[in-house]
């Protein structure tokens, strides 16, 4: 409780910013850099099917067309995925988060049990150390 006091009164703690990064920004990109790959090969499938005489110009311009559109739509997708990581991702330096603050008073108020207390503590603590040597605790909390 002291910890959260600290850190909702801005007055002590120190912070560490870390760059948070989505655990799944890079399967996101992984598969859009597949989803390319595949696009690929399907142009080089309709290219033979027009050069073997299988479709008419009119079918391979359709497909092709079609083609550049889904192409066209991951490469945005890609494009927001790399922008995506920087993006919101820096808090404001002078004040604590405004979650901090609420999980605070919620621990204030006798009226609330204890369950929805622990949920909410475990909303903005990412992790607790003790020190046995130095009879310390460490609060980590995400900070977004």
Same mark, same amino acid.
């Given at each position: $409780?002291?910890?959260?006091k600290l850190i909702?009164?801005a007055?002590q703690g120190?912070?560490?910013r870390?760059?948070?990064?989505?655990?799944?920004?890079d399967k996101?990109?992984?598969e859009?850099?597949?989803?390319?790959?595949?696009?690929e090969?399907?142009?080089?499938?309709i290219?033979?099917a027009?050069?073997?005489?299988?479709?008419?110009?009119?079918?391979f311009k359709?497909?092709?067309?079609?083609?550049?559109?889904?192409?066209?739509?991951?490469?945005?997708?890609?494009h927001?995925?790399?922008?995506?990581?920087?993006?919101?991702?820096?808090?404001k330096?002078?004040?604590?988060p405004?979650?901090i603050?609420?999980v605070?008073d919620?621990?204030?108020s006798?009226?609330?049990n $204890?369950e929805?207390?622990?949920?909410?503590?475990?909303r903005?603590?990412?992790?607790a150390?003790?020190?046995s040597q130095?009879k310390? $605790?460490?609060?980590?909390?995400?900070i977004?």
């Amino acid at each position: $409780m002291e910890s959260l006091k600290l850190i909702a009164d801005a007055s002590q703690g120190e912070y560490l910013r870390i760059k948070a990064t989505a655990p799944d920004c890079d399967k996101k990109r992984a598969e859009v850099r597949s989803a390319l790959h595949r696009l690929e090969i399907k142009e080089q499938r309709i290219r033979e099917a027009y050069e073997s005489g299988i479709d008419t110009l009119e079918e391979f311009k359709k497909n092709k067309l079609r083609l550049q559109k889904e192409q066209e739509h991951l490469q945005n997708e890609a494009h927001k995925l790399a922008e995506e990581p920087e993006a919101g991702n820096t808090p404001k330096e002078e004040q604590p988060p405004e979650r901090i603050r609420n999980v605070c008073d919620l621990f204030r108020s006798p009226g609330i049990n $204890m369950e929805v207390k622990g949920n909410a503590i475990r909303r903005v603590l990412q992790k607790a150390v003790y020190n046995s040597q130095t009879k310390t $605790m460490e609060f980590y909390y995400y900070i977004q």
